[in-house]
């Protein structure tokens, strides 16, 4: 079998940041772009916990799909396996640098939350209780500070292998 693209960035060198991970067109010709929300340094830095990114994915989930300019164009956020960041699907052709002030956004209002976590309940969720807010605080705002509010070209496009 051919190794699909995401398995042919160079983990090894692989920074925090916001990347696009792939173009995709559909039969009725609309684009999806896939951003590659990389909160970790991937086999360097320890992994998300997966309570804190289930938390991330409803807070960040529900905020974008709230969100004023962006909510029509949001197909899908959610968390990678290797537990070191997210995916957001995006209607149309979209760039890196278009996204970072969303990001800003999204995270702060993560950092910031307080309160119940959208659709952490028995009927809204299939693991409601399998959920760590104050991580997700703290992981949301180490993201913030450390990336989004000081990002470099080097943080919005893949490394070359």
């Given at each position: 079998?051919?190794?699909?693209?995401?398995?042919?960035?160079?983990?090894?060198?692989?920074?925090?940041?916001?990347?696009?991970?792939?173009?995709?067109?559909?039969?009725?010709?609309?684009?999806?772009?896939?951003?590659?929300?990389?909160?970790?340094?991937?086999?360097?830095?320890e992994?998300?916990?997966?309570?804190?990114?289930?938390?991330?994915?409803?807070?960040?989930?529900?905020?974008?799909?709230?969100?004023?300019?962006?909510?029509?164009?949001?197909?899908?956020?959610?968390?990678?396996?290797?537990c070191?960041?997210?995916?957001?699907?995006?209607?149309?052709?979209?760039?890196?640098?278009?996204?970072?002030?969303?990001?800003?956004?999204?995270?702060?209002?993560?950092?910031?939350?307080?309160?119940?976590?959208?659709?952490?309940?028995?009927?809204?969720c299939?693991?409601?209780?399998?959920?760590?807010?104050?991580?997700?605080?703290?992981?949301?705002?180490?993201?913030?500070?450390?990336?989004?509010?000081?990002?470099?070209?080097?943080?919005?496009?893949?490394?070359?292998?």
């Amino acid at each position: 079998m051919e190794k699909i693209a995401s398995f042919t960035v160079n983990h090894l060198t692989l920074k925090r940041g916001i990347y696009v991970s792939r173009r995709d067109t559909t039969p009725s010709g609309d684009v999806i772009t896939t951003f590659d929300i990389r909160m970790t340094e991937p086999n360097r830095q320890e992994a998300l916990s997966p309570k804190a990114l289930h938390t991330i994915e409803h807070l960040a989930a529900t905020f974008l799909r709230n969100d004023p300019e962006w909510r029509d164009r949001v197909v899908y956020w959610g968390p990678m396996g290797c537990c070191t960041g997210n995916y957001l699907l995006l209607q149309g052709r979209v760039e890196s640098t278009d996204i970072v002030d969303l990001m800003k956004r999204t995270f702060r209002f993560i950092a910031d939350f307080d309160g119940e976590v959208p659709g952490a309940t028995p009927r809204d969720c299939g693991n409601y209780s399998f959920m760590d807010l104050d991580e997700a605080r703290r992981q949301a705002r180490v993201y913030l500070d450390e990336v989004l509010n000081c990002i470099s070209g080097e943080q919005l496009a893949y490394p070359v292998n």
